[in-house]
């Protein structure tokens, strides 16, 4: 079985500022890693994955995310938020080798509630 | 182009009777799946869809909980003698295959009295 923790369940900070939402998962296989977001009235949106190979993933808008094995960690980082920013983070893992369904029968965690502030 | 449609936004019923839950996935998407949103915590995985035959069932959490996917595309959850429990945020999400992100529909918000 998977679980997975995101230690905070809010998050505020002020614009510009750097911020770091925490992830850390249990499973005794190896995983697929996500992080998504929802947006005020809107549907969950995939912002980043780790799948394999580089430790380090981005996402377009400036959000990285490195998975560290040995922690069990997907931490969520950002060197600069806007206002825009806000939103509800979730982190989610998958098993690989669910074949048909390793990118889509996920194990989410409690979400983040982040809030930018001016 | 359009997303992923859930029908209706908002649904409020008693204890006891029974509900249907739409779910229009992007065109072309052969994978549908349905997952529970409950208050305060992540979605959890209820049921897969690959076309019209349901892959995966293994989130449904009693007998009272059913889908279908006739056609392969329009997707109904229908829920049985319902119960103040099952109130939650229903949501839908559909993807291309099986190796593409899924795309999350805004979901229903289930209030059972």
């Known amino acids: 079985a998977q679980s997975v923790t995101q230690l905070d369940s809010q998050v505020p900070v002020f614009e510009e500022a750097p911020v770091e939402l925490r992830c850390n998962y249990s499973?005794?296989?190896?995983?697929?890693l996500f992080w998504y977001v929802q947006y005020p009235n809107q549907g969950l949106q995939l912002l980043l994955k780790?799948?394999?190979?580089?430790?380090l993933v981005e996402s377009i808008n400036g959000f990285e995310a490195e998975f560290n094995k040995s922690q069990t960690s997907f931490h969520l980082r950002k060197p600069s938020v806007h206002i825009s920013d806000t939103a509800e983070y979730f982190c989610?893992?998958?098993?690989?080798?669910?074949?048909?369904?390793?990118?889509?029968?996920?194990?989410f965690g409690q979400g983040t509630i982040l809030t930018v502030h001016p | 182009g359009a997303g992923v449609s859930q029908t209706p936004s908002n649904k409020v019923t008693e204890k006891g009777k029974y509900v249907e839950l739409r779910c229009d996935p992007i065109?072309?998407?052969?994978?549908l799946y349905w997952y529970r949103q409950s208050l305060g915590q992540g979605p959890e995985f209820l049921i897969y869809?690959?076309?019209?035959?349901?892959?995966?069932d293994s989130g449904l959490p009693n007998d009272r909980f059913f889908a279908v996917r006739p056609e392969g595309s329009v997707s109904t959850l229908k829920i049985q003698r319902t119960e103040r429990g099952d109130s939650a945020v229903y949501l839908c999400?559909?993807?291309?295959?099986?190796?593409?992100?899924?795309?999350f529909g805004n979901g229903t918000r289930l209030t059972v009295t």
């Open positions: 999400a559909s993807s291309f295959g099986s190796n593409s992100p899924l795309h």
């Open positions: 499973s005794s296989v190896s995983v697929y």
């Open positions: 780790y799948l394999s190979g580089s430790t």
């Open positions: 989610a893992v998958s098993d690989p080798r669910a074949g048909g369904t390793s990118y889509g029968k996920l194990t």
């Open positions: 065109s072309g998407h052969t994978a």
């Open positions: 869809f690959q076309g019209t035959g349901a892959a995966d």
